[in-house]
């Protein structure tokens, strides 16, 4: 339901495009995507079913769990909430574990949080935690880098910020890009692993960023290396 609800709900607030670097996407692969805005799940979701027919499982903050009605309908897609900072932490890579060995994708955010800036400007990711790491290696799923860039530009920043940029969206209609790269496999030490999903979707970030002419892709102010 949510793949499909994004891909017929994004168009209406701006002009999504999508490329994506050669490369089958396996069943039962790990799909890895910054995380900029509350908007970008659903810009991903969307690009993800219009490109490769692909609906993830999600990791999502638990918090959307007490959401009504979309807290039922995550537990009914088989979407998985994560209790950050709480011992139950962990039992969500359990559950991602069994969702890969059934088949299925699954989505989620390495970084672990929305950066806290108030500007709707792209940045590169931040650093990743380690669970995407631990979880491959677990798995031995492939690893596919994402890169999304201009959801900001339809929410950021404070809250009525937001609510501003989600109210005016259909009429600026803002571009947004989702770059999808070649599936890796990550080595099983952590460290390792975890600084090359980092490049991996920095650069998919870079190549989603720069299709829409943001200065920090293409080496202009507020670039970050």
């Not at 490109?51 to 998985?80: F, I, Q």
């Not at 600026?172 to 890796?184: D, E, K, Q, S, Y």
Request: glycine letters at 10%; one cysteine or more.
């Amino acid at each position: 339901m949510l793949s499909r609800l994004a891909a017929h709900v994004v168009p209406f607030f701006g002009r999504l495009t999508v490329t994506s670097d050669p490369g089958r996407v396996e069943p039962g692969s790990i799909l890895v995507v910054n995380h900029t805005s509350l908007a970008d799940p659903a810009l991903v979701l969307a690009a993800l079913r219009r490109r490769l027919a692909v609906e993830p499982v999600l990791l999502a903050t638990s918090g959307l769990w007490r959401v009504p009605l979309l807290g039922r309908a995550l537990t009914r897609e088989g979407h998985v909430p994560v209790h950050r900072n709480s011992a139950r932490a962990a039992a969500a890579l359990d559950h991602a574990a069994v969702a890969l060995a059934s088949g299925r994708h699954v989505m989620l955010y390495a970084e672990g949080r929305i950066p806290p800036r108030r500007d709707a400007a792209e940045n590169p990711p931040e650093m990743f935690r380690t669970g995407l790491a631990r979880l491959a290696r677990a798995t031995g799923a492939p690893v596919v880098p994402i890169g999304q860039a201009g959801a900001r530009r339809i929410t950021s920043g404070g809250r009525a910020k937001q609510l501003a940029g989600v109210l005016t969206a259909p009429v600026r209609r803002p571009c947004l890009h989702v770059h999808i790269g070649a599936p890796l496999h990550l080595p099983d030490d952590v460290a390792a692993a975890t600084e090359l999903a980092h490049g991996a979707v920095t650069e998919a970030w870079r190549t989603a960023a720069g299709a829409l002419g943001e200065p920090a892709a293409l080496g202009g102010p507020g670039t970050a290396r």
